[in-house]
């Protein structure tokens, strides 16, 4: 049987990550839990081999289960995450990994002092386009990177606990972190809610660099269109990202610009060109399946998973400097390095 | 022949200006001046009628002018309009106005001192994109506006003496402007050069309101693709507005969100909806048209145009602030009221 | 239990039927019949309740089965369905009905003889688009229909056993036939094999009326895009639906043009408008929920279903024609009425 | 000055043609004839040098004129062409060449027994993107070529003399001719007229080879959406040509299928692979420029140019044929060879 899997919580995700794990080699879901009766059922009907609790204690003291996978709220992660391991039980979260900085290095220390692997679930890395945009970016086909502009915006899904940024961001900011080597030093947001509740629904997030680089981030619940796309700009080629497209997310421009000074007259001539577009096949295995993968391979082989638990730390670290910088009306909010 | 106009400056831009004056009633352009022969000799061969000059100020200087039209770069306006409104001139000027407010209130007060029109070619306000959207926030289909989200890039037409939110963002500006009766009351902007200049070809500004309204801005002379969209909410209706459409500019969602608190679990409950979708047929009159009409009419009855040079200033206003924004950081700038 | 359903044939397009056998009320599937061990595999492991079987005849002769659906290749309907209504059963065929005319007809005499229920899977007369299209054709918002003109083309899924035509156009060919009234006279057809069985991969056909209507379809397994879509012009109105579109699958257009004699020239004079667009917001029902419901309640109240024989014999006829103009280089081929 | 061109014809088309013979070196439009005064005062204002006149025969018999550019309705190509040709000048028509086969062939004879250049405009045999995909077809980049499949459909400009195959197939076949070498064998054509004057607004034809390629066109004047798309698919890549697209007019798809004959069980086994796209960077010369010179310089040199009489015949031949089959109910019309 392999490793055995516990997953807590059966919501919008969970049942994703069970249809994943169960088609695993050398790994099963042994234990499913969830507060909702009828959200059990479902399983038992789909999954009659699973065993399926109401009690989160009894699935993390089970004896059948040698790894958790937690799917629930971001507020419940850390508590759910730090006993788990205290347990000696390998753990992979949903994203984002905790609702703090300080909940993140606690349980990154906890999984190093016990031996466990720790692991968060930014299913984009798994992605054959964001494979192929960073094979694009390490062979310096895109040249130096000048800016990454992402846009994730579409109506509804309003989460009751934490804002637009919190819930969206978290994709783009772990696509940006594995794209780009240098690392951040600030972060300015700005964000609006109207929902009364003082969560934002709308909101914009820079995140800057030492360098000329520069990311933008811009998030609604509260747009008529959905659109996910990514604007990567380097200074040899540039390229568009739109995870909405069936066959064709990842176009690649032939398109740049060169500035000269110019002398005589004192000013800068900018000289640009368009040229080929690119768009490259991708394969279509399902990402889940390769988090799903990579987590019960790291198990086995103790080995740091792509989607590491720094990785979680990282997207956490940024998201905590754009809500503080949020309320503190968009001012820059240093990254601790 | 009515109002004889004086164009200077006959670049990018002129030749869409003469053009569109010539075909005013009540109305000629006598004379043109440019520093370029070469361009001069094409209104020769163009419009043989017309006058043409090296010399601003044999322009600025004849009696065959009573108006200017200064379609110069943006550091020569304020001298080149305080000379005409000086020699009684009425005065239209590309946008920005100026590159200061001062410099923006000084036209003003000049301008009314001699009872002359100072007026900004803000060409989008004469579209009938912008006239119907103006029509449905105004008898309210659109109900409460909660944000306004542009996003205007494009690669190239780098300009050496101004930024890419001076160059591409007062057309947006004066846009949101018009449409929203509330006052912005604070700026936050970031931005980026890639051009060892100083000068940001990336750059993104919020606009922040009183209420929970908010703008925001994403200009970019560095993106392969070229993209010209705002989308506006309100708790009605959203638009989504895509200038690069040819026939189906204007798009208006049935679309909204309702939140509810729901006591027992302390939450906020969001329930959006669907609806249709309404595609306005839009009139194919040229704007640039109807600024021109606009200019000699107003001249000619002694009234404000739509367009006026208040409408200049408050755009410049925010610019100076997204301006002083950027170089601290990212930090609010608070508008003057 | 209410209706026992039995399914012959579980390969691409039986698991869906499976699937929205069970979510009906007052019927369940009770057997299921596949030459394949895997495929009755995957359904045990699924659906451990129903029976499964490699045996035809056993499933055709088991008391537990009170109607039949048909899902196998096409040249296997007849003897399938045949068999199952002279033992009584209601059936259910996958489009298209039959191989010929001659076999179609056949078939509703003998379901009308033993008084059974005997209907085709035209799945798209179940879609809340063609609903809506129905609508605005009944209440002449659309006008006098005077065209229809299909595109349903991909890479790829080529049949072995028929052409595109068969394969692709009783989609199309259905909905036709629904939204028109008036019955068609007559068939050309040309196409062409790339595949050297003489099976056509790339076929167009052209539907005649008495009227001045038309039909059109243009059917590809061998395109570098997918399209799937058709264009329906009324004097008053023209619809475009795009089947690919997520949420605007169906555009009505004010759009129309008028015609005048102009005597004195002896030209006829046409006059073109453009107006609004119109995008209904439209029902997310699976539309093959609503074939089984329709099964089901046709069976229990023993009336025709929408998607009835005499639908899929109108089908057929068409489809006969086709393959016959084909074969004899794209004449004209008479429609029996 | 070099050649003097003489303009028949200063209507929808005339004013391109005139503006593109201006910007040619050694060659000067010198004389337009229209029979309507306005359209002359127009060209009075732009042009004062050339010369109008509202008689054929003043501009035929002038010395001023060398050759001459037909842009009038077509069933007066032929008398006009034919007495140029008479008089020594060299002839540009517009397309389709002439009404008849018949006139065609007598105008090419004339042409050759008096040593003149006769030429048609076939504009898109001009452009980039023709020129990119011949390019790709020759080099056998695209394979063996297997269908063409073209869509070119709009709302409004009926013509009142030629119907909808006539008018805008022209550019279809010709660029059909030009990228394929075999030469088509027969035509069927199907369509309909909904103006009462017999002229079909909407209209399919078919164009067959004694090869397995095969050509197909859907042309309407009553759509409510612009399309300008042709599909042409080789064994080993295809394209989809959209004129429409400001920058990516030309994708090429690595894309194909295979068959295999499978023996056991006596089928064809299609396996079909997708790949990368590619859009190449085009040139954005304008075609009719390119035209302009290809007629002056083959007058210079006495060469055939690339959209020689030829060209226009062989397109002449396709539309009459057409015409005959839509007349005989679809059959199919053999092609002279």
């Known amino acids: 049987m392999g490793i055995k899997i516990g997953l807590i919580g059966y919501g919008y995700w969970g049942p994703n990550l069970l249809r994943n794990f169960m088609r695993q080699k050398d790994c099963a879901v042994t234990y499913v839990a969830d507060s909702r009766v009828q959200r059990l059922q479902l399983i038992n009907e789909l999954y009659p081999s699973v065993k399926t609790t109401q009690s989160v204690d009894e699935l993390l003291n089970s004896s059948d289960v040698d ?28 994203k984002p990994m905790t609702a703090s900085v300080k909940e993140a290095e606690h349980l ?21 386009a964001i494979h192929k945009m960073k094979e694009l970016i390490s062979d310096d086909t895109v040249g130096k990177l000048q ?3 992402s846009t994730r915006i579409n109506l509804g899904l309003f989460q009751p606990d934490i804002n637009v940024l919190w819930d969206l961001a978290p994709h783009d900011i772990s696509i940006l972190n594995y794209l780009v080597e240098e690392k951040p030093i600030s972060v300015n947001a700005t964000g609006i809610s109207h929902t009364k509740n003082g969560i934002e629904n709308v909101a914009y997030m820079t995140v800057n660099y030492q360098s000329d680089f520069i990311a933008h981030f811009n998030c ?21 990202y739109n995870d909405l497209e069936a066959t064709e997310k990842v176009k690649i421009y032939d398109t740049g610009f060169n500035h000269q000074t ?3 007259k004192e000013g800068i001539l900018v000289d640009y060109r368009t040229g080929d577009i690119y768009i490259p096949k991708l394969s279509e295995l399902e990402a889940l399946y390769s988090v799903a993968k990579d987590f019960v391979e790291s198990i086995a082989s103790n080995k740091q998973p792509i989607s590491s638990a720094q990785v979680g730390l990282d997207v ?11 309320k503190n009306n968009g001012k820059e909010v240093k990254l601790k390095s």
Chains 1, 2, 3, 4 share one sequence.
Do not use: C
């Open 67 to 94: 790894a958790i996978v937690i799917a629930t709220p971001v507020f419940t992660h850390f508590d759910l995450a730090k006993k788990a391991l205290e347990k000696g039980k390998h753990v992979l979260i949903e």
């Open 108 to 128: 990154i220390n906890e999984a190093v002092k016990n031996g466990l692997i720790l692991m968060v679930d930014h299913t984009y890395l798994y992605t054959s």
């Open 147 to 149: 800016y990454f502009d």
């Open 220 to 240: 609604s619940w509260t747009s008529p269109v959905k659109v996910r796309q990514t604007l990567i700009g380097g200074d040899k080629k540039m390229i568009v």
């Open 262 to 264: 110019d002398e005589e």
């Open 316 to 326: 956490v670290n940024i998201l905590v400097a754009a809500q503080e910088s949020i």
